[in-house]
C-alpha cells in the first residue's frame, strides 16, 4: 500500500506570510496532484505534475516534484484569507491503476486577515 | 453543464439499514470512483470502475456494494450500515485520458446512529 505523508496537519499563519506544505512518499508515483476543498464541497483539482524535478506556477502557489518523485511540495507566497482552505496531495501509481489516488491526510489552512 | 452530482447530500440513517448513495454524471466519463474522507485520513478509495459492468475494489471496500449498468450512474451501497461507516462520501469521474485528472462532486454526508 502506497503511503502520501502530509505535513503539516495544520497551519495558521497572518496575511502576507509565506507558507510551505509538504507531501512525502517512500513510493514513486507516475503524477503527483494537488487539490483545494472548502467546506461542504469535493476537492478541486489545482495542478497535476509529472516529471520529476517539474515546477509549476499557479499565481502565488508554487508546485514542486521531487526529482524521484515521491515527494512533492506547495508554496504559497504572500498568503491571502482567501487561500483558507484544505489543501490535499495525491498521488497516482499510474499503468493500470488509472485514476486510483493515494490521498495524504490533509493540511487545514487559516489565513488571518 | 450539470457534471456529477450526488444525492442524497445529507442523510441520517440507523445501523443494520441498507443506504444507497447515487452518482450521476453527464460527461460520459468512462472511469468513476467513490472515496470516503474522514478526518486524519484523507481521501480513501472505496470502489472504482473503468466502464459500464467494470468494476474492482478500492483500498477500503468492506461493507459497501457498487453496480454500474449505465456509463453514468454509479451507486454505492451500505449493505448493512455500521457506526464506522459515518464519513462523507465523494462520488468522482474521470475520462481516461487526462493525466489522471478527476472531478469530484459535492459529497454525501451520512450519519449512521
Known amino acids: 500500500t502506497q503511503l502520501l505523508e502530509q505535513s503539516p496537519q495544520f497551519l495558521s499563519i497572518q496575511e502576507g506570510e509565506n507558507l510551505t506544505v509538504y507531501c512525502n512518499s517512500s513510493?514513486?508515483?507516475?503524477?503527483l496532484q494537488w487539490y483545494r476543498q472548502e467546506p461542504g464541497e469535493g476537492p478541486v483539482l489545482l495542478v497535476t505534475v509529472v516529471t520529476g524535478g517539474e515546477v509549476k506556477k499557479l499565481k502565488r502557489l508554487t508546485f514542486q516534484f521531487g526529482d524521484a518523485r515521491k515527494d512533492s511540495s506547495l508554496h504559497i507566497t504572500a498568503a491571502q484569507p482567501g487561500d483558507t482552505g484544505l489543501y490535499l496531495c495525491a498521488g497516482a501509481a499510474g499503468g493500470t491503476s488509472y485514476g486510483k489516488l493515494t490521498f495524504g491526510q490533509g493540511t487545514i489552512l487559516t489565513v488571518h486577515p | 453543464d450539470a457534471g456529477i452530482t450526488q444525492s442524497p447530500r445529507y442523510k441520517i440513517t440507523e445501523t443494520g439499514r441498507q443506504v444507497t448513495l447515487m452518482c450521476h454524471q453527464t460527461?460520459?466519463?468512462?472511469?468513476m470512483f467513490w472515496y470516503r474522507q474522514d478526518l486524519g485520513h484523507g481521501l480513501r478509495l472505496i470502489y472504482y470502475?473503468?466502464?459500464?459492468?467494470?468494476?474492482d475494489k478500492g483500498e477500503v471496500p468492506d461493507g459497501y456494494v457498487v453496480s454500474r449498468s449505465k456509463t453514468e450512474n454509479f451507486p454505492l451501497t451500505l449493505e448493512s450500515a455500521t457506526r464506522s461507516q459515518t464519513s462523507v462520501y465523494f462520488c468522482a469521474s474521470s475520462d481516461g485520458v487526462s493525466g489522471n485528472t478527476i472531478y469530484f462532486g459535492e459529497g454525501s454526508w451520512l450519519t449512521v446512529v
Open positions: 460527461w460520459s466519463h468512462s472511469y
Open positions: 470502475s473503468a466502464a459500464a459492468d467494470i468494476t
Open positions: 513510493s514513486v508515483f507516475s503524477s
